[in-house]
């Protein structure tokens, strides 16, 4: 058996392929053998490839295509799964919130390129040599340099057998197509420096981080870590990018220990702005690099140089990434698929900000429904506790002068010295009698007069309920459409509805109408006469007579003469007749206190059933938007739930991530 571990020094590659035809097939029976075979190839033999390292080891993939498949069974599986899990992802977003265009379509770009090649985007200034780097990893001058911004945009750099060719998308995207090998593995994307003043080119850059799977933070020597640098390092961390940073430039420094320094300065400030200790930064010298990969033999270049070392150091990192049987090429695999999910992550938590927001908006309008409903109840409250009363006490004030007319005129007409009031209504029929003069004031000048003002008030009063109904009404309906415009557009309200508003039922008016003030007059003449017959109807004309001396004499003698020509029946009757007189009153009173009262009752039922179709109003108004609030509601709850559902199974694919290893 021929053992390669006896090689110390390099093995070109042209020599490789006839080496391992002298080694017996059962050399690569066991796993760890075929692995020492590789690493004495790759390690021992990176210093004397030729011209282009990475084409020599796209020739070492030829010999061992096992070792780097781009895409496995359980990847293949994985990607499928997450492909689904994505899918759903962004037909949730697209329902929770369809103003996030560009969010969706950056999500969607990244579904649709998981099983592309991994993709690396190379930011950095204006003048870092970016380009002069990309060159580098090319293999050949494919990018300008220059001493001005002349990358405008985004650039794709992509495989392709043919002859190197640009086109731009009909999405806008400006690919190359170049024929290097290593863009057989990854694409590349070259970036507008993040310190252009251009903002449009800024933006660029920035939208199209998100996609990345590997960023290459290019860092030129002469001035490390600016701030520009600085703020695009912050931004980068909120979509936990892995970033491996390239100090460019090197070779300008004199000595070791100006770089070492350098470095120094860059690892500690970059682990604080990325809160890891683990910080991966290559120094290098991409224009040697360049150089040295243009020139005949490696030698050409400064031997020993740790610019050049330091670029090949990077491109062994980028290959071993790009190795599915080692732990970089797992770490590659897990970025690779962790990046749209990352991306659906992102966006999934800012919907469910933005669901949450609308859920709290949406249970604030249901509240502000019901709080419409409220003031509908304070303003019947209102109404009750001022306006009405204001009502009550003129009709009551009415009703109040009616009694007190009523009062003065029984006063004035029970009296002892209306002897023809006595002698008509006790010696003479009610036929003959006639319709007294007190019962004729009572009639027309009293009840009359103050049935039609009281008429004419409980009218205005109903006009004024009608007119406060309409005006809150239209209030209300005003309210809800401007806190609702969108919904008011679609809701026609029809003359019944606003016709609710108004007041049928008149109960006061037909209270006052149920009231006769002739059958009142007369009432009042019955008992004129009923209070006159009681106390003088069982005298006769001498009882009478003394009876009345007795109330007309002026001395207290000629009453005792008085009272001694009279009955002692008579003296009892005279008696009562201040009681009765004032009875009378009582009942006047009483009267007028229930009648008071039927149109406090009545005028209080008007007020209710005004406020019941203000409250049928208001609620007929307001359902059509309580009902789309709640339908609202209802949707955004549902939108939660699928939001919560895909975020639960983004969560369980990067457990799966984690847990996917080599074996």
Same mark, same amino acid.
């Given at each position: 058996?021929?053992? +390669?571990?006896?090689?110390?020094?390099?093995?070109?590659?042209?020599?490789?392929?006839?080496?391992?035809?002298?080694?017996?097939?059962?050399?690569?029976?066991?796993?760890?053998?075929?692995?020492?075979?590789?690493?004495?190839?790759?390690?021992?033999?990176?210093?004397?490839?030729?011209?282009?390292?990475?084409?020599?080891?796209?020739?070492?993939?030829?010999?061992?295509?096992?070792?780097?498949?781009?895409?496995?069974?359980?990847?293949?599986?994985?990607?499928?799964?997450?492909?689904?899990?994505?899918?759903?992802?962004?037909?949730?977003?697209?329902?929770? @919130?369809?103003?996030?265009?560009?969010?969706? +379509?950056?999500?969607?770009?990244a579904t649709s390129k998981l099983d592309e090649p991994?993709?690396?985007?190379?930011?950095?200034?204006?003048?870092?040599?970016?380009?002069?780097?990309?060159?580098?990893?090319? $293999?050949?001058?494919? +990018?300008?340099? $220059?001493?001005?911004?002349?990358?405008?945009?985004?650039?794709?750099?992509?495989?392709?057998?043919?002859?190197?060719?640009?086109?731009?998308?009909?999405?806008?995207?400006?690919?190359?197509?170049?024929?290097?090998?290593? !863009?057989?593995?990854?694409?590349?994307?070259?970036?507008?420096?993040?310190?252009?003043?251009?903002?449009?080119?800024?933006? !660029?850059?920035?939208?199209?981080?998100?996609?990345?799977?590997?960023?290459?933070?290019?860092?030129? @020597?002469?001035?490390?870590?600016?701030?520009?640098? &600085?703020? *695009?390092?912050?931004?980068?961390?909120?979509?936990?990018?892995?970033?491996?940073?390239?100090?460019?430039?090197?070779?300008?420094?004199?000595?070791?220990?100006e770089l070492e320094e350098a470095i120094a300065f860059?690892?500690?400030?970059?682990?604080?702005?990325?809160?890891?200790?683990?910080?991966?930064?290559?120094?290098?010298?991409?224009?040697?690099?360049?150089?040295?990969?243009?020139?005949?033999?490696?030698? =050409?270049?400064? #031997?020993?140089?740790?610019?050049?070392?330091?670029?090949?150091?990077?491109?062994?990192?980028?290959?071993? *990434?790009? =190795?599915?049987?080692? =732990?970089?090429?797992?770490?590659?695999?897990? %970025?690779?698929?962790?990046?749209?999910?990352?991306?659906?992550?992102?966006?999934?938590?800012?919907?469910?900000?933005?669901?949450?927001?609308?859920?709290?908006?949406?249970?604030?309008?249901?509240?502000?429904?019901?709080?419409?409903?409220?003031? &509908?109840?304070?303003?019947?409250?209102?109404?009750?506790?001022?306006?009405?009363?204001?009502?009550?006490?003129?009709?009551?004030?009415?009703?109040?002068?009616?009694?007190?007319?009523?009062?003065?005129?029984?006063?004035?007409?029970?009296?002892?010295?209306?002897?023809?009031?006595?002698?008509?209504?006790?010696?003479?029929?009610?036929?003959?009698?006639?319709?007294?003069?007190?019962?004729?004031? &009572?009639?027309?000048?009293?009840?009359?007069?103050?049935?039609?003002?009281?008429?004419?008030?409980?009218?205005?009063?109903?006009?004024? %309920?009608?007119?406060?109904?309409?005006?809150?009404?239209?209030?209300?309906?005003?309210?809800?459409?401007?806190?609702?415009?969108?919904?008011?557009?679609?809701?026609?309200?029809?003359?019944? #509805?606003?016709?609710?508003?108004?007041?049928?039922?008149?109960?006061?008016?037909?209270?006052?109408?149920?009231?006769?003030?002739?059958?009142?007059?007369?009432?009042?003449?019955?008992?004129?006469?009923?209070? *006159?017959?009681?106390?003088?109807?069982?005298?006769?004309?001498?009882?009478?007579?003394?009876?009345?001396?007795?109330?007309?004499?002026?001395?207290?003698?000629?009453?005792?003469?008085?009272?001694? !020509?009279?009955?002692?029946?008579?003296?009892?009757?005279?008696?009562?007749?201040?009681?009765?007189?004032?009875?009378?009153?009582?009942?006047?009173?009483?009267?007028?206190?229930?009648?008071?009262?039927?149109?406090?009752?009545?005028?209080?039922?008007?007020?209710?059933?005004?406020?019941?179709?203000?409250?049928?109003? &208001?609620?007929?108004?307001?359902?059509?938007?309580? #009902? @789309?609030?709640?339908?609202?509601?209802?949707?955004?709850?549902?939108?939660?739930?699928?939001?919560?559902?895909?975020?639960?199974?983004?969560?369980?694919?990067?457990?799966?991530?984690?847990?996917?290893? +080599?074996?």
């Amino acid at each position: 058996m021929v053992s +390669l571990l006896s090689y110390s020094t390099p093995i070109h590659l042209s020599k490789f392929p006839s080496i391992c035809n002298t080694i017996h097939t059962s050399t690569f029976q066991h796993r760890d053998t075929k692995s020492i075979l590789q690493n004495t190839y790759v390690h021992h033999s990176i210093n004397a490839l030729g011209t282009n390292s990475f084409e020599s080891k796209q020739q070492f993939r030829t010999l061992f295509p096992g070792e780097f498949q781009t895409l496995e069974d359980k990847e293949k599986l994985f990607i499928e799964t997450e492909r689904m899990v994505l899918l759903e992802a962004i037909s949730v977003i697209r329902k929770a @919130a369809p103003q996030m265009e560009e969010e969706i +379509l950056l999500l969607n770009d990244a579904t649709s390129k998981l099983d592309e090649p991994f993709l690396v985007v190379i930011v950095g200034e204006f003048n870092s040599g970016k380009s002069t780097f990309i060159n580098a990893l090319l $293999g050949r001058n494919y +990018l300008k340099e $220059g001493v001005i911004p002349t990358t405008n945009e985004i650039t794709l750099l992509q495989y392709s057998n043919d002859k190197e060719h640009c086109e731009r998308r009909p999405d806008g995207q400006f690919i190359c197509y170049l024929p290097a090998p290593i !863009l057989k593995e990854m694409n590349l994307v070259d970036t507008p420096g993040i310190n252009v003043v251009l903002q449009r080119q800024q933006r !660029l850059t920035e939208d199209f981080v998100p996609r990345a799977d590997l960023l290459l933070f290019v860092i030129s @020597a002469d001035r490390p870590l600016t701030e520009s640098e &600085v703020v *695009f390092v912050r931004y980068v961390q909120q979509w936990r990018k892995k970033i491996v940073f390239v100090l460019n430039k090197s070779d300008i420094y004199r000595n070791t220990s100006e770089l070492e320094e350098a470095i120094a300065f860059i690892k500690e400030n970059t682990q604080k702005l990325l809160n890891s200790e683990h910080v991966l930064l290559y120094p290098l010298s991409a224009r040697l690099a360049i150089e040295g990969k243009l020139s005949s033999k490696a030698e =050409d270049v400064e #031997d020993n140089h740790s610019g050049y070392d330091g670029f090949n150091q990077l491109e062994e990192f980028l290959f071993s *990434f790009l =190795d599915r049987s080692t =732990d970089r090429g797992m770490e590659r695999m897990k %970025l690779k698929v962790g990046t749209p999910i990352e991306i659906a992550d992102r966006i999934v938590a800012a919907c469910q900000k933005l669901v949450k927001k609308d859920i709290e908006s949406a249970n604030q309008d249901l509240i502000s429904v019901k709080n419409i409903a409220s003031d &509908v109840e304070k303003y019947a409250m209102n109404m009750e506790s001022e306006r009405i009363m204001s009502w009550r006490r003129q009709t009551l004030s009415l009703i109040d002068a009616a009694e007190a007319r009523v009062v003065r005129l029984v006063e004035s007409t029970l009296r002892l010295s209306n002897l023809d009031l006595v002698v008509s209504y006790v010696f003479k029929g009610e036929a003959t009698v006639g319709l007294m003069p007190a019962t004729s004031i &009572v009639q027309n000048d009293i009840l009359c007069s103050a049935h039609s003002d009281v008429q004419k008030l409980l009218k205005e009063y109903f006009e004024w %309920l009608n007119l406060n109904n309409a005006r809150e009404g239209r209030l209300y309906k005003e309210t809800i459409e401007k806190r609702w415009p969108s919904l008011a557009t679609g809701l026609v309200h029809s003359r019944t #509805d606003e016709e609710a508003l108004m007041k049928k039922e008149q109960f006061s008016i037909k209270e006052i109408e149920i009231f006769s003030a002739t059958a009142a007059a007369k009432l009042f003449e019955q008992e004129i006469r009923q209070v *006159f017959f009681e106390t003088f109807g069982g005298l006769g004309a001498a009882g009478l007579s003394a009876s009345l001396l007795t109330s007309l004499l002026p001395t207290t003698l000629e009453d005792l003469l008085a009272l001694g !020509l009279c009955s002692t029946g008579g003296f009892i009757a005279i008696s009562k007749f201040p009681t009765r007189r004032k009875e009378m009153i009582e009942k006047v009173k009483r009267t007028a206190g229930a009648l008071s009262r039927e149109l406090e009752d009545a005028m209080q039922k008007d007020l209710s059933e005004a406020m019941e179709n203000l409250e049928s109003y &208001v609620k007929l108004i307001s359902k059509p938007y309580q #009902d @789309a609030t709640h339908e609202r509601l209802d949707r955004l709850l549902e939108l939660q739930k699928e939001l919560t559902s895909v975020e639960e199974k983004l969560q369980g694919l990067k457990n799966q991530i984690q847990n996917l290893h +080599l074996s």
